[in-house]
């Protein structure tokens, strides 16, 4: 391996690239420059094989730098001085020109990256000696150190000892050679700026830290400047060496390298040598990275395929397991679409979209399930039904969904089947703020307005009262959210539901939960079947615009004008109940004529009245036991004196039948014998044993079997032998009973899915007969007009007062328009009390407002308390402002089925406090009612809406004041004797127009 070092200075601010020639001369080699010039390398050593090598002398100054060679770039710029290049010229043409081809020649082989020289004169000069060496075998080569400086501060080096001292020459020979040939010019200072390239040297410049670009050299480090350095003398090493290898200090400095040159300082520059690579381009980059590569894929770069081909078999098992994952997880996860809806088969949950495709509300389905259990298809193989999806979990459960169009509306119908009997499909619906509020149901013990604010422990969704349920005696299967969504389940649904259930939250039975289930009692019949879970999902718009969807049209049809006819009247006139005689007591005509001189006010005689006032209602006591159907003919010997007297006060009689028969009846024999009753379950047909059961204050009584034809043939015959003969001019009012009245082993002809279902076959059946003016309850259907649904029974409490309005709002939003909210001031503890003043006051001022007037106590008990003034305002309010809007709304109710008593959100469905506010209601959308409901209040907050329209224009009732919508009325005075309510105006109304 030759080695060949030079040094130069060199102009850092202009320098020309000459042209160089090679050529052999005798033992050594010369360099001719491109004005003609040659110059021989001196002094020269044998390296031991005949080659020459010749070295250059070098200063050393005592700042260094690590620098990797390969990547070190020179200027192509120099302003030489052309006196200094003739001084200098001497000593590069006393330079052995026949020495140096070999050096080229050996070095152009490890390495084709040298650099030419060039000079220049600076203020600040600098001067350096480089020392290449050729790669001579195929090992790394380590960095080495070469040292920067002035040329005057280069001090002379100490021989480095090396172990094959035949390959390489003296480094103080080679240091003392060249110091000769460098002048002693204390004013002129040289460069050596562009260096011969050595892999893996490293050069020092200063004792600063090396900046950024440099420490991302491998290897780059910074010593401290040492002011004086000594060299060790030491042979080369056979790897790529280095110009100056930096050792101990020395303490004597050789004179500065004088080249002198005839013209100006050439750059020293070989034809078939390479300018090395900038710092800044890709090949540099790509000796970065394989700098930093280990060292065993660098040693044997013959593997480096067979790497590279376990690499990409590893990515690609990596990249089919991943693949594997994410479709799994999106097969698990897939999103079954419709129009409205979609189906997140993963966690069950139903999105519920809106017209403008934005997410409405979510609700998790089947929650009875853990969510590690997987669906397929059950659909056959190859069929595909549009608009119909099926999905089934093996021996749990299956679930269908199917698009439908209803109302004008996207519906999508929801219907699981449990497949084993411990299953119970559970779908539930999220509850609060974020998720809308909730409305409907019916009639709840605990109601609430909105529903969400409330609580319902999971039960059967059945008609109830006396604390047996969670529901009253008037309920739909129709829930509707405030997002704009409907959800009406199925009658032969076993319908259990909850809401914000606290003892089923941790069951993940959150929100407003359906679920089907059979139990022994109601859901008797599906013992023998298994529960199916059926509901219809609706959206499409607003809540006004959804709700009106899902109602029935047309209501009128099949009815008659003698119907249209009471019904007006029952909306414009009260209805006075008389007190029941108490149990195993009937009613007397002395009874009934003391309780109308009461109504009248009058005891001066007989009670005679030239003022329609309504209708007298009896209960069953007029029969000498439930269930005979005619009058007791020990009470009343002569039944047309009876009528008369009502008559002549100006009522009308209305009498109460029941499905139930006492078993002291003489008809509950007869009903034994033919088989009319509800039997008990697993008993003989041939000895008709009936379900007995109680009702009312009868203790022991029997259901008539109103699924069997023959029940029906016998109770039609007996209503109208009733009219024929005792009541030609009386109307009928049908207390059905709730289901807790039925037989707890109940078994009907005809399987009823839901036993509420059998009032519903009572009534009709009833209604082919005779006229009926209220049945007290409903579960499923709407009864035919002019029948009116009463709600439960109220105690007389304040509670009871505040529980009125959230349960007429729910049952108007369920499809009952025409509600009794049953008698004003509730039903007293015994008879021989009467409600407190104020609570009767103040229940008489709301019930005014409401669809029917209903006395249980008349207002004359209150005479002396000086109730006069307070009933004459109140039957003002209802002659003038209230009754022309029922007849009006009653009209709508018969063709839409819109409710008479409307919630606020129905003028207005997207305000936030129209949604939720509960103690003020509509008459259609002319009058906002603001009773007061609290012991001892005389003041309230009132809120009136904005209408669509505008902000809208109300009108005070109690003095006339104007007032903008959208606003609150805080502190409004509501003495006992007034009650507040606004007439909606005109948006362009303002006081004093007409």
């Known amino acids: 391996m030759a080695l060949l070092t030079m040094g130069s200075g060199i102009s850092e601010t202009e320098s020309q690239q000459p042209t160089f020639e090679e050529g052999r001369n005798g033992n050594g080699t010369n360099i001719k420059h491109g004005n003609g010039t040659s110059v021989d390398l001196v002094p020269s050593r044998s390296n031991g094989n005949g080659s020459i090598v010749n070295y250059g002398q070098e200063s050393v100054a005592p700042a260094f730098e690590e620098v990797d060679l390969n990547s070190f770039g020179s200027s192509d710029h120099s302003n030489e001085d052309p006196i200094e290049e003739r001084n200098n010229r001497g000593a590069y043409e006393n330079?052995?020109?026949?020495?140096?081809?070999?050096a080229v020649k050996q070095n152009t082989t490890s390495d084709n990256s040298l650099h030419p020289l060039a000079t220049e004169n600076v203020k600040d000069t600098f001067d350096?000696?480089?020392?290449?060496?050729?790669?001579?075998?195929?090992?790394?080569?380590?960095?080495?150190?070469?040292?920067?400086?002035?040329?005057?501060?280069?001090?002379?080096?100490?021989?480095?000892?090396?172990e094959r001292e035949e390959n390489h020459i003296?480094?103080?020979?080679?240091?003392?050679?060249?110091?000769?040939?460098i002048p002693n010019n204390p004013e002129k200072q040289l460069y050596v700026w562009d260096v011969w390239p050595v892999v893996g040297s490293l050069v020092r410049i200063d004792n600063k830290a090396q900046n950024a670009d440099e420490a991302e050299l491998p290897g780059g480090e910074t010593e401290i400047q040492k002011p004086e350095v000594d060299f060790i003398d030491e042979k080369l090493p056979p790897e790529n060496g280095v110009a100056t290898i930096v050792g101990e200090a020395k303490k004597h400095r050789p004179p500065p390298l004088t080249i002198s040159s005839p013209e100006k300082n050439d750059t020293l520059s070989l034809s078939s040598l390479k300018r090395a690579t900038s710092r800044s381009s890709i090949a540099s980059v790509r000796e970065k990275i394989l700098l930093s590569m280990p060292n065993e894929i660098r040693k044997k770069p013959e593997d480096n395929p067979l790497r590279c081909v376990v690499v990409i078999l590893f990515a690609l098992c990596l990249g089919m397991v991943l693949s594997a994952h994410i479709l799994y997880n999106q097969h698990i996860g897939e999103v079954r679409i419709f129009e409205r809806v979609r189906l997140e088969e993963a966690h069950r949950n139903l999105m519920v979209y809106g017209p403008n495709n934005s997410l409405v509300i979510t609700g998790q389905l089947g929650v009875q399930m853990p969510h590690d259990l997987h669906s397929y298809s059950c659909l056959p193989t190859g069929v595909k039904k549009e608009g119909v999806k099926c999905l089934e979990w093996k021996n749990r459960v299956k679930l269908e969904m199917m698009m439908e169009e209803k109302g004008g509306v996207t519906c999508h119908r929801v219907m699981w089947t449990a497949l084993n009997k411990d299953t119970s499909p559970i779908d539930c619906w999220p509850v609060g703020p974020s998720h809308g509020h909730w409305y409907g149901g019916g009639e709840s013990l605990v109601s609430k307005w909105p529903l969400d604010n409330g609580k319902i422990k999971l039960s059967p969704f059945v008609t109830g009262d006396e604390d047996q349920t969670e529901w009253g005696n008037v309920i739909r299967k129709f829930f509707i959210n405030s997002q704009g969504i409907s959800i009406t389940i199925e009658d032969d649904t076993p319908l259990s539901v909850s809401l914000n259930d606290e003892d089923n939250a941790s069951g993940g039975h959150r929100g407003l939960c359906f679920q089907a289930n059979f139990d022994d009692f109601p859901y008797y019949y599906h013992r023998f079947n298994l529960p199916v879970l059926n509901?219809?999902?609706?959206?499409?718009?607003?809540?006004?615009?959804?709700?009106?969807?899902?109602?029935?049209?047309?209501?009128?049809?099949?009815?008659?004008?003698?119907?249209?006819?009471?019904?007006?009247?029952?909306?414009?006139?009260?209805?006075?109940?008389?007190?029941?005689?108490?149990?195993?007591?009937?009613?007397?005509?002395?009874?009934?004529?003391?309780?109308?001189?009461?109504?009248?006010?009058?005891g001066n005689g007989k009670p005679v009245s030239k003022i329609e006032r309504g209708y007298l209602l009896l209960d069953y006591h007029w029969q000498e036991n439930m269930g005979d159907f005619f009058f007791n003919k020990k009470k009343f010997p002569d039944l047309k004196m009876v009528q008369d007297i009502v008559r002549g006060a100006g009522l009308r009689l209305a009498l109460t039948i029941n499905p139930f028969v006492s078993v002291d009846s003489k008809t509950f024999k007869e009903g034994v014998k033919e088989g009319l009753f509800v039997m008990e379950r697993n008993s003989s047909s041939e000895k008709n044993i009936p379900a007995l059961t109680w009702f009312k204050d009868v203790p022991v009584a029997a259901l008539l079997d109103i699924t069997n034809n023959k029940t029906v043939a016998w109770l039609k015959s007996k209503l109208s032998s009733l009219i024929e003969q005792d009541a030609s001019e009386a109307v009928f009012f049908l207390d059905t009973g709730n289901t807790f009245h039925i037989p707890h082993f109940f078994t009907f002809t005809e399987p009823l899915p839901n036993p509420d279902l059998y009032k519903d076959h009572f009534i009709k059946h009833c209604m082919d007969v005779v006229k009926v003016i209220g049945v007290s309850g409903a579960s499923s259907k709407r009864p035919k007009a002019p029948a009116f649904v009463w709600m439960t029974p109220l105690e007389s409490s304040w509670s009871s007062l505040q529980s009125i309005i959230p349960n007429v709002l729910n049952l108007g939003v369920i499809g009952y328009p025409f509600i009794n909210p049953g008698p004003i001031g509730g039903r007293p503890a015994n008879n021989s009390h009467i409600p407190d003043l104020e609570l009767f006051t103040r229940w008489w001022q709301l019930a005014t407002f409401l669809p029917q007037l209903h006395f249980l106590t008349p207002p004359a008990a209150y005479r002396k308390a000086g109730i006069a003034p307070i009933a004459k305002k109140l039957k003002d309010i209802k002659d003038k402002i209230v009754n022309p809007l029922l007849l009006k709304y009653a009209g709508e109710a018969m063709e839409k089925s819109l409710p008479l008593i409307r919630p606020m959100w129905m003028l207005n469905p997207l305000d936030e406090l129209c949604q939720t506010i509960q103690?003020?209601?509509?008459?259609?959308?002319?009058?906002?009612v603001a009773p007061v409901l609290q012991l001892g209040q005389t003041k309230r907050a009132v809120y009136l809406p904005s209408t669509p329209e505008g902000p809208g224009v109300w009108k005070r009732g109690t003095d006339g004041t104007y007032f903008e919508g959208g606003q609150w009325l805080n502190n409004s005075l509501v003495p006992l004797d007034e009650v507040l309510y606004f007439e909606r105006k005109a948006e362009h109304v303002r006081p004093g127009h007409m």
Not at 170 to 181: C, D, G, H, T, V
């Open 919 to 928: 103690d003020q209601f509509m008459i259609g959308d002319r009058i906002l």
């Open 170 to 181: 003296s480094r103080n020979e080679l240091s003392l050679a060249s110091a000769k040939i």
């Open 128 to 162: 350096r000696s480089i020392s290449c060496a050729s790669i001579g075998s195929g090992k790394s080569t380590p960095k080495q150190k070469i040292s920067w400086g002035q040329v005057n501060d280069i001090p002379v080096p100490d021989p480095i000892p090396n």
């Open 535 to 602: 509901y219809t999902v609706c959206t499409d718009g607003n809540l006004k615009e959804v709700y009106q969807s899902q109602l029935v049209k047309s209501f009128w049809d099949g009815h008659q004008d003698s119907d249209m006819e009471v019904l007006e009247r029952l909306l414009q006139l009260p209805l006075w109940q008389v007190p029941g005689a108490g149990e195993g007591n009937s009613y007397t005509p002395e009874i009934i004529e003391d309780y109308l001189i009461g109504l009248i006010g009058r």
């Open 95 to 102: 330079l052995n020109h026949r020495n140096i081809d070999g």
